[in-house]
């Protein structure tokens, strides 16, 4: 059993994060960040749920076979199915876990299931004792365990446990709870379940009342010792507990917590900018601990302090979580070997000497227009270089825009359409709108634009903006990423990125999907 004073932490990123509208990964991007969460020294890493799509079965099996310091899980419906895929998904781990889950509350086994109380217990067991077959290591979780009924709850977890289980999950689906009431859930547990030493107890919390991060702390201070959570808080709807907050929580306040984590916590701000860049969510400047603004201070008496005291204003290190790591790394005048070891560095993996070369090359070309390469520059390069090798239908060849006051801008652009190359040009509102406008007069994508952003991913005039653009198309949502010293180039390179993706893959069943 797990000691007393460790704190699991269960990363979702891959699964639950992957739910945000647009946030859909390719295999290459969710191995990138599975590496990143081994060295950060994440527990268990949730690397997707198998039966949802052949991509998903393929990124997990891909992760299983080279994450080796960190558990890898899959998730599963609590069906035959579902645990055959993920066993088969996860063979090759070095340690790996099964997730199965079953709707627990009234409303959800009346409406979704359509089953009876004995029967969603009778599965539930049924399902944990088969994937004994595959794996030692088993987490049962009870869905929408925030409106179940304690009773039933409790008989359920306990037939679990009994059939195998090793955790339990008590989710907040729906960000339904209060910290005091659902911290005292957990203890009521704890102390009514005969069984319950017998499993850590886990909880995953959804933020759609800002209480997520909340909740999982009063579930800690009550005794669960495992929580789920997600890289920048990212999710479905408002997102997950956020790992950096959980983690520099636990560690900031162990006087009142006395746990600890196995997170290398220097590595956190690298993570959080590499979730950002694969995802296309961008980290509102306030946000806790990985927030550009989180360790700086405007007002003057806060500065004063600082300067005498760190202490008076700052109740953990920037250095603490990665914030040193910004430094200027690079230049042009860099060779393809300190190039190699600052990625190496970073933690991101390079698969061949073809990738490497095309990475550097893009990294000197970026040299000449940006004298300062700084980590993040490396991460944005990294990223687009990959998107690049997908064989993408669509991509940008050339462009031109003119743009004068007091006259109507206009932009030109070439694309390479399946080989094919194609021109045209338009107005627009702005160079930005003209280009989207001349894009989409050539591809005819019927989508809709919900989004568009710019964001500096560094400081000075010279920095690559990083443009984000969400697509929808019949109810389907995508974010497109681009990065250029060149906003509208950037803005281009975004748009056919969400072209291409919403081309490329198709929707994935959702886990939440009916039994």
Request: charged share 25%; with cysteine; proline share 2%.
């Amino acid at each position: 059993m797990l000691e007393q004073n460790k704190l699991v932490i269960f990363d979702t990123t891959l699964r639950d994060g992957e739910q945000s509208p647009g946030a859909s990964m390719t295999k290459a991007e969710k191995l990138r960040i599975a590496r990143a969460l081994e060295k950060m020294k994440v527990d268990v890493i949730e690397a997707g749920f198998a039966i949802a799509s052949k991509g998903d079965f393929d990124a997990i099996k891909s992760i299983a076979d080279t994450i080796k310091e960190s558990r890898v899980c899959s998730l599963s419906r609590a069906l035959e199915k579902d645990i055959e895929c993920a066993a088969s998904a996860l063979k090759g781990a070095a340690a790996s876990r099964i997730h199965t889950f079953i709707a627990t509350s009234p409303i959800h086994m009346k409406y979704k299931l359509q089953m009876n109380p004995d029967a969603v217990v009778d599965q539930a067991v049924k399902s944990v004792k088969f994937a004994r077959n595959f794996t030692d290591d088993i987490e049962f979780s009870c869905e929408d365990a925030g409106r179940s009924e304690f009773e039933f709850l409790c008989r359920i977890i306990e037939a679990a446990i009994d059939a195998g289980a090793t955790t339990i999950n008590i989710p907040d689906t729906v960000g339904y709870a209060i910290p005091d009431q659902f911290g005292q859930t957990i203890r009521n547990l704890l102390n009514t379940i005969p069984n319950a030493d017998k499993a850590i107890f886990s909880v995953h919390c959804h933020n759609d009342l800002g209480l997520a991060v909340a909740n999982s702390l009063s579930a800690v201070s009550n005794g669960a010792r495992q929580v789920e959570c997600t890289v920048n808080g990212l999710g479905e709807r408002a997102g997950n507990a956020s790992l950096e907050e959980i983690v520099m929580a636990i560690k900031t306040r162990s006087d009142f917590f006395d746990l600890s984590t196995s997170i290398d916590t220097t590595q956190i701000v690298s993570s959080s900018r590499l979730v950002s860049t694969i995802t296309g969510f961008p980290v509102q400047p306030n946000k806790a601990i990985v927030g550009a603004n989180a360790f700086a201070h405007e007002s003057g008496i806060h500065q004063d302090g600082i300067l005498k005291h760190r202490e008076t204003y700052e109740i953990m290190k920037a250095e603490d979580v990665g914030w040193n790591t910004n430094s200027l790394v690079l230049g042009k005048h860099s060779g393809r070997n300190a190039f190699r070891n600052r990625i190496e560095e970073l933690g991101i993996t390079l698969e061949s000497e073809t990738e490497l070369n095309e990475a550097f090359s893009a990294f000197k070309s970026l040299a000449d227009k940006k004298h300062e390469i700084f980590d993040e520059d490396l991460h944005a390069l990294v990223s687009s270089t990959k998107k690049l090798e997908e064989n993408d239908s669509y991509s940008l060849v050339c462009m031109s825009v003119c743009s004068e006051t007091g006259v109507v801008p206009v932009s030109k652009v070439t694309l390479l359409i399946d080989g094919d190359e194609q021109t045209a040009e338009s107005e627009g509102g702005g160079p930005v709108d003209a280009t989207f406008k001349a894009i989409e007069s050539i591809v005819s994508s019927g989508c809709n634009l919900q989004l568009y952003s710019v964001n500096a991913i560094t400081s000075g005039t010279d920095s690559q903006g990083e443009v984000t653009v969400r697509l929808e198309l019949n109810g389907r949502i995508v974010n497109g990423m681009g990065a250029d010293t060149d906003i509208v180039i950037a803005s281009a390179k975004a748009y056919l990125h969400a072209l291409n993706i919403m081309h490329k893959y198709s929707p994935k069943k959702h886990p939440q999907g009916d039994v």
